[in-house]
């Protein structure tokens, strides 16, 4: 619940970088390893992209913050080639992003409780 961002080394089982990432818990992660990049979602109601190349141990200021949700964030998904990604939440709505500028293209509305999984099928079209 420090809203740091860690990464193992599965075989031995240690910390390889730490990154200060929200100012609350982060909630759910989606990694492209062949990019090395992280998104994370928080309940500090934020999405922030992360590029795994930079130093360990660097603040928030060095990555994408994406702001939107008003609530918790409890769910990603990400299409790492097309740069898209999906965020469910506590406020009950869906936000789609762009992960190249940070801007949300949409908000599906309409649930009546918390968002806290979701499938899609990304569709050439």
Same mark, same amino acid.
């Given at each position: ?102 801007? =949300? ?11 806290? =999984? ?8």
């Amino acid at each position: 619940d420090d809203g740091r961002l860690a990464l193992f080394d599965i075989d031995s089982k240690d910390v390889v970088a730490i990154w200060s990432a929200h100012r609350a818990g982060i909630a759910c992660v989606a990694v492209d390893w062949s990019s090395r990049y992280a998104l994370t979602g928080s309940m500090d109601m934020s999405l922030r992209l992360w590029d795994l190349e930079l130093a360990p141990h660097i603040g928030s200021e060095d990555c994408q913050m994406f702001l939107g949700h008003e609530g918790n964030v409890t769910s990603l998904l990400a299409d790492w080639h097309r740069c898209l990604a999906l965020s469910g939440s506590t406020d009950r709505t869906v936000r789609l992003w762009d992960l190249k500028d940070a801007s =949300c293209l949409g908000v599906l509305r309409g649930h009546t409780g918390w968002v806290w =999984c979701m499938v899609a099928e990304w569709v050439d079209g």
